[in-house]
């Protein structure tokens, strides 16, 4: 499944068993994409990767006894949050 906007118009392709209404998991790969975005955000200067993520989420606190959660620890999954988040 592949997903194209171009000028406003959106068009979708499928093969096998996709369809256009299909639900897919991608959970992994955003990782590639946040790590790009936070790898430009610090080469324009305008976040560090030992900036702690609650400067940008106000009332984000440390989970348990670990270490000021930042951004750096976001990316390299080294943060003590947990790895699913619960879902109310």
Do not use: C, W
Not at 2 to 8: L, V
Not at 15 to 25: E, I, L
């Amino acid at each position: 499944m592949i997903g194209i906007i171009e000028h406003g118009e959106r068009r979708l392709f499928s093969y096998g068993a996709a369809r256009p209404d299909s639900v897919f998991k991608i959970e992994s790969v955003t990782k590639t994409f946040t790590g790009l975005a936070l790898a430009q955000l610090v080469q324009q200067g305008m976040v560090g990767l030992n900036d702690p993520i609650s400067t940008f989420l106000p009332g984000i606190a440390r989970p348990g006894d670990h270490k000021e959660i930042t951004l750096l620890s976001l990316a390299t999954h080294d943060s003590g949050l947990p790895s699913i988040a619960s879902r109310k």
